[in-house]
């Protein structure tokens, strides 16, 4: 029986995760990126790893081509058409600058003030029509656009997402006058008011739409020539799947492809491993992304900032980054404090022990400098190993600034780092009333099994699971992802005035839509589930909570539900205050049955193995450490700290206070001895 | 000093502050404090008054005028028999306080055992707080009892307990009882978020420790700031500037400041400027030290906040001027004049290092105001937007286009959200072409929106910056000024002073068009890249005859039609205007 192939396309690396048929093992491995045509290094991945199309059952693939576009500027020629006197709504967005200090720094919309035009056409609030579409105009300016070099378009109306019939219309009038167009209206992408949100959205999907719709037609044609004809499902940023045929159509949706499928591996990992709450941390050479899980469901967010004044809205995986990695610089301000980071010594000139120009000590020479990182690391990919001495040099001259020796200053600046990367997981779980005790820490990317160990201790979370394969859970994470769609409509309109009827009727209509979407998909499902969850504020709130609800629920039930999750999170409820229904949410997933085992069960072990060798390591004062092969460890092995774990893509650190065991499906987990 | 510890002290109390600015913008009712961030929280010495911490996601505005208050505060309290637990403080008196009456201030102690470890206070903007005009800006204002109820520095909690009774005082006394109530019940609840924090920071560190990272933390930021003050070149920059009227005498009115370098030390003083208004444009003294900090702060982004900031800047604020006033003073305008100050700091100090400072931004905040019954809920409204506009030209950079103001972070409000929830419909919102200032590098443009009343209401306007334009520096031009005109009984009209109008009645159809400026120009214009100029143009951010006189390029109009007019720069032609005498 042929097995499953998760590929994750990195900005780097292209890494590949293939979950065994039985006969033939897992394979894992990496292969560098091909940023000119990432088909390109998938295909090496496949041929790297020895397969033939005969043996995938199907291919899961993350990929970064959204992101790169719209960070590069990449995308299609996008024309804008808007009601007269809002051409401008895209670029002036809410009234805002790019940093709170400062007053630098320039926005350029994905659609220029020339390509953006006006058609008469108005809706109030509740969708009625004040002013008819313009339809002559419409047909003058598409057959002026149409001998132009414009690749797609986007119509966003105000109040569209009350009644689109002048957005649909817009767009049957354009298509009539070239079929070519790529044309997206505001209403299909984001049935929510907040028109320069639904306007970016729709823009976002507009422009990345040409292109990712030929990457998808492109890649489908390449492995069709290799020999492949399965299934081929796209990673998208809310932690499902979508159908490589649908891909175009789902552009806007993958812009976060990567982190939301290692947010996803991460989920399921830790899941099996019996821990239903997690906090991911994904710590690689310039950033910290964290992540949080409730009850196995990663937490979403509704809106992402994707530049200054570029704003998505739509559901993504909540992964929060900030600039602590490995590359992070470590200095000292002008008050003679020390500071580590946002600044990056980045892939070049790196840290100074990777020898290829750094000269300021950065994390990852402060963790060479305490013994923590073999100086005959391969990461560099240089034969003279790490720059030992380098790093040495470079942390003893801050440390001469701060009155401190090396080892205390190398100390320092993990203190330093932790203090920041804890801080932020502290934002996301203690401070939203959540019990860290109750959660597990999974520690992936390059960095992130050498920090946790720290990070679980100062926050007090209650183990730290480092998976078998760390460096491309992204790549698994694929190969575990549910097929999702989700669905939004605005009500805006107190829950006391609403009829359960109406409510029924919404969510009906949104559970077909995504059961349509899922047919038209074709894709291997199953089993088909909705959940349903509602948007509510007091009235006159601006932030709302959402809230899990079921279809059939009364307004007075939905009412209950807003007050009890809003005492949990704020320690009261505004009883006497109307409750408004802002937005209802459906989420139709087709679940698959082939999901492979995370990591192959291993046999127990019969006693700790021998360390691979020793090494002196500074937990506070130097101890001789006991260095272990990752390969080494298997199912049900335990040992006390200090230890080192290493492996081709990390090194996992145990603190002298802490024990380790392997668990049956070879996760290491690290937790506090007592 | 343990260096370790002091550097992860000051990340543990910067978060636990950022923590209290989060709490209360997501649980706060009014869209002006969840929306638009309108609040700050603050850590503070228990002794000397001065900041330990302030929240990262509060308004720039707030950030001297904590520390002032609480130092203020420091005194009455100790005359009233000083802190004890469970006791909360409330004021909104901006004579001790600042800013204006809608900035309502609560500060609680926090003892460790028996002993004042820390002050931590928590502001927030109230919708509305009584007065003549809903929301509180009243344009007409001649003292500050017309402005909105008075809260004197008053115990809203002794020991625990809430003085119910205040709070019903404060109710009956506002239009938007039900929003006050909520708000107010927020900002109470983020003092537990402060404790909780800091309790654990010192089960962590112990007092002793604790006591002396925060002395430390200090004696830091002032040699921070010092080191930032001794980068100027020594010397004393003096700059004027004009607002059109106080709101009730149409006289301009000076505002003048001297910045004098020496060293690593900074005197700034305000002699020279009008004496306080018969009008509502006037501001407290703290207000006035805390736009001079916003002012430096986005000229030195990393300088911290807290109190040692403060030490090495000396001011001169001469009594009973519009920048130090005094009961009964109206003080409701008090951004307009803000935002003016702003701009002297700037002004002042591009004499000195123009490689580092904004040209003029559109320094109004001109705020309105429409209010009345909605036809669906039968209840009572007030909007509030506030100017967006363009910010000045850099060294760097042209200027950005819709900005906010440099003591905010406010946003607009979403007009499809404003259009639900209130009684009125946008009738146009875009970018004001030709307003930025021509430069080397272009003020960004301003922006122009009209609104139009779908029942009847009424709408207040306070703003300033019509007859004195935004200035450019380095040789930049100044923007277009701002131009309010209201559509009422079938004709178009400009009110008596311009951009000031009280409590006007529009009708259903009626309307407010709303025009900002835009941001001033750095450097010579005629030596900006005729390229950009032709970007600009067939972008509609510079009209032809701007082109023409101001950058001094020669361009002809190669297409139109349907479809934007496009334009061609003759370069040969540009550089022979270019280099001709300027007549």
Sequence with gaps: ?674 | MNPVTLAVVRGSLEQIADEMDLHLIHAALSPIISETNDCAHGIFHPTTGETIAQGRYGLPVFLAYMQFTVQNLLKIVAEQGGFRPGDVWILNEPYIGGSHLQDVQIVAPHFVGDRLFAIMASTGHWMDIGGNVPGGWAPRAREIHQEGIIIPLVKLYEGGRLNAALVRMFTANVRLPEQIAGDLAAMSNVFTVGRRGLDALVARYGVATLNDCLDEMIVRSERQMRSHISEIPDGSYRFTDWLDNDGIVDEKVPISVTVTVAGEEMAIDFTGTAAATRGPLNMSRNTTLSACYVALKHIFPDVPVNGGTFRPVRFTVPDRTLLSAEYPTAVGGYLEVLGQVINLLFGALAQAIPDRVPAAFFGTTGVTTMSGVHPRTGKYFVAVFPYPGGYGATRATDGLVHATSPQSMANFMSIEMSEHRFALRFAHFRLREDSGGAGLHRGGCGTEYAIEATAECIVSVLGDRVDHAPFGIAGGGPARPSRVVFHTGGRDWVPELRSKQEKQVLRAGESIGLASPGGGGFGDPRLRPPGDVERDLNLGYVGPDTAATEYGVVVEQVSAGRLHPRYRVDEAATRARRAAPRG
């Excluded at chain 1, 045509?37 to 991945?45: E, F, I, K, N, Y």
């Excluded at chain 1, 669905?487 to 309109?493: G, L, N």
């Excluded at chain 1, 937990?619 to 001789?624: C, D, E, P, Q």
Aim: include cysteine.
């Design chain 1, 1 to 674: 029986m042929p097995g499953l192939v998760g590929i994750d396309v990195g900005g780097t690396f292209t890494d590949l995760f293939y979950a065994g048929d039985g006969v033939r093992p897992p394979v894992v491995l990496k292969v560098p990126s091909t940023p000119h045509d990432p088909s390109d290094g998938l295909l090496a991945s496949l041929r790297e790893a020895g397969l033939d199309p005969g043996d995938i059952a199907m291919l899961l693939h993350g990929t970064t081509i959204a992101t790169n576009a719209l960070i590069e500027r990449r995308g299609a020629r996008t024309a804008l058409v808007t009601t007269a006197g809002f051409r401008d709504v895209l670029e002036l967005g809410r009234r805002d600058r790019p940093h709170m200090y400062g007053l630098t720094g320039v926005h350029v919309p994905l659609v220029p003030r020339d390509l953006r035009y006006e058609v008469r056409e108005r809706m109030d609030y509740t969708g009625a029509v004040l002013v008819e579409l313009d339809e002559a105009a419409l047909h003058d300016l598409a057959t002026a656009l149409r001998d132009g070099d414009v690749e797609s378009v986007v119509v966003s109306f105000l109040h569209a997402y009350a009644n689109p019939a002048h957005e649909m219309r817009a767009k049957a009038i354009l298509a009539a006058a070239n079929p070519a167009w790529e044309i997206v209206a505001s209403s299909e992408v984001l049935r929510e008011y907040y028109e320069f949100e639904r306007t970016s959205t729709a823009v976002v999907q507009g422009y990345l739409q040409p292109l990712v719709s030929r990457y998808a037609r492109s890649l489908g044609r390449r492995l069709g020539e290799w020999g492949f004809a399965r299934d081929v499902l796209i990673m998208q940023s809310n932690g499902g799947v979508a159908p490589l045929s649908r891909l175009g159509a789902r552009a806007a949706h993958i812009v976060r492809s990567g982190p939301a499928a290692g947010v996803t591996a991460a989920a399921r990992i830790a899941a099996e491993a019996g821990f239903s709450h997690v906090i991911t941390a994904d710590m690689g050479g310039t950033s910290f992304d964290v992540a949080v899980v409730i009850a196995g469901q990663p937490k979403v967010a509704d809106l992402t900032n994707l530049d200054f004044r570029m704003p998505l809205r739509l559901p993504m995986i909540d992964v929060h980054t900030i600039g602590a990695g490995g590359g992070s610089i470590a200095g000292v301000d002008r008050g003679g404090i020390l500071q580590v980071g946002p600044r990056s010594a980045g892939a070049v000139p790196g840290p100074v022990a990777y020898r290829r120009g750094g000269s300021d000590p950065t994390v990852t020479d402060a963790n060479l400098v305490l013994g923590r990182i073999n100086p005959r690391s391969p990461m560099t990919g240089s034969d003279a190993g790490l720059d030992l001495e380098g790093a040495q040099h470079a942390v003893a001259e801050l440390g001469a600034r701060l009155g401190l020796g090396p080892e205390a200053t190398a100390e320092a600046i993990l203190a330093v780092v932790n203090q920041r990367m804890a801080g932020r997981i502290r934002l996301l779980s203690v401070e939203r009333g959540l019990d860290p005790q109750a959660f597990v820490l999974v520690a992936f990317g390059g960095a992130g099994p050498m920090h946790g160990a720290a990070l679980i201790r100062e926050v007090g979370v209650r183990a730290m699971l480092v998976p078998r394969f760390p460096g491309v859970l992204c790549a698994m994470g694929c190969a575990m992802a549910d097929i999702r769609f989700d669905f939004s409509q605005t009500v805006e309109k107190p829950l006391a005035e609403l009829a359960a009827e109406t409510l029924a009727a919404i969510l009906a209509a949104q559970r077909r839509e995504g059961e349509a979407e899922l047919r038209r998909s074709e894709a291997p499902a199953a089993r088909i589930a909705a959940t349903h969850s509602a948007d509510m504020a007091y009235a006159g709130q601006i932030h709302a909570l959402r809230v899990p609800v079921e279809a059939g629920w009364t307004p007075a039930r939905m009412t209950a539900a807003f007050n009890e999750t809003y005492c949990a999170e704020f320690g009261n409820t505004l009883e006497g205050i109307p409750v408004v229904l802002v937005n209802l949410r459906t989420t139709v997933t087709g679940q698959r049955d082939a999901a492979p085992p995370a990591a192959p069960a291993a046999t127990a072990a019969s006693g700790p193995p021998a360390p691979a060798a020793h090494r002196r390591v500074h937990f506070g004062t130097w101890h001789r450490t006991p260095i272990y092969r990752r390969s080494d460890l298997a199912a049900g092995v335990a040992l006390h700290g200090p230890a080192i774990i290493e492996q081709a893509d990390t090194t996992t650190v145990i603190e002298p206070d802490m024990v380790l065991r392997v668990d049956r499906h070879d996760n290491l987990i690290v937790e506090l001895g007592r």
